[in-house]
């Protein structure tokens, strides 16, 4: 299950070297890049668009944190995004009430401002909720691990949501 940290040599953990990260995958893409095998048999082509798709998918979830913790977690048999998996903590449900009609609010209201501010209250949540998933791995935590994960899918949205809004 460790296909993607191979490919990328990286170790299989949450924390990486973003740099070695970046560095490894404009290597691969260009070494395998498609149109470097315009002139090669069909079988090569089809080979090296095969390969283009695996290092983007591979890089797609190595660089995004959320989705390399569920990746890790998947090599310990625990999907994270399983729909049966919707309970969260009830502060956690609260706030995201209260993000939700932070968001509607500013929209309404056209409030680049309270967009602006919005977006950095949960950029310092999801700092913090990166920090717990770490601890999370470190400790061999996984159940706490794929929790961290479904809030972090959550952040994400709500982040998403907001720079559509902004404009950002």
Known sequence: MS????????PA????????????Y????????PDKFAAASSFEQKQA????S???EAYRV??????????????HNIDAD?????????????QQMEWREALMEAQAEQNQEALRNLAEEILTVQSDLFSNLQQAF???????????VRQGRFLDKMLREIHAADGL
């Open 54 to 56: 695996q290092i983007n």
């Open 3 to 10: 296909q993607h940290f191979d490919l990328f040599q990286l």
């Open 26 to 33: 404009r290597v691969l893409a260009a070494r395998f890049h």
């Open 82 to 94: 399983a729909p049966e998996h919707t309970h969260f903590p009830p502060e956690f449900l609260m």
């Open 62 to 75: 190595l660089k995004n944190p959320i989705d390399r913790a569920a990746y890790l977690l998947q090599a």
């Open 138 to 148: 470190t400790e061999q935590n996984y159940p706490q691990a794929a929790q961290q």
């Open 13 to 24: 953990q949450f924390d990486i070297d973003g740099n070695a990260l970046e560095q490894t």
């Open 49 to 52: 668009v095969m390969m283009a």
